[in-house]
């Protein structure tokens, strides 16, 4: 009798967990709340957007090569501070240009190169309609105006006699104005 009720107990048991196996439909919410569909329907989930090039954010990077006398310059980010550039090919040598208006205006700090030549205060405009680059070294930068220093003649400063009579030191305006190359991307080749 022990087996009997052993056995039955067993199948009930296994009836039991069929009975429970049997999948049913979830319950839909019958009411919502129309506060939080109403909020929850102004957020969507939207896919990153690509990370945007180095050359689009500071455009002036890059080189340029001058209509009159061929010179080349390059120009490029430093590696430690994003405000600061390097220009390359000039007469002068090596020299850094701070940016004080995004993305377009650079002040040159009067500096010694590292060949050391100095340097007076300039300023670099970068045209971003014509892709053009502005360098004037000599003059003073115009913190209202900065594009005012190109818009006279690129004439020498004339040696001015101080009241003791000996000469001041003679400034020269240097000015460069380029247009950028453009460069082709190169394929890489992959092993396959």
Known sequence: MKKNHFFAGLALLFCGMAATAQQTEPATPTSTNPTVEAINSKYHSVEMPEARPIEKV?????VYQSGSNNTVVKISLDEESKSIIWIEGLPQGVVKAILLKSPASYKI???????GNEVPEG???YNKEDNTLHICIGKKFDFLNPGSVFEGNAETEQVVKSAKGSK????????FTGKKQEVAATAINTPQ
Request: proline share 9%; charged share 5%; hydrophobic share 50%.
């Open 168 to 175: 001041a030191a003679q400034s020269t305006l240097w000015v």
């Open 109 to 115: 700090p009067a500096q010694k190169t590292a060949t």
């Open 123 to 125: 300023t670099l405009m």
């Open 58 to 62: 500071f455009p002036v990077l890059g």
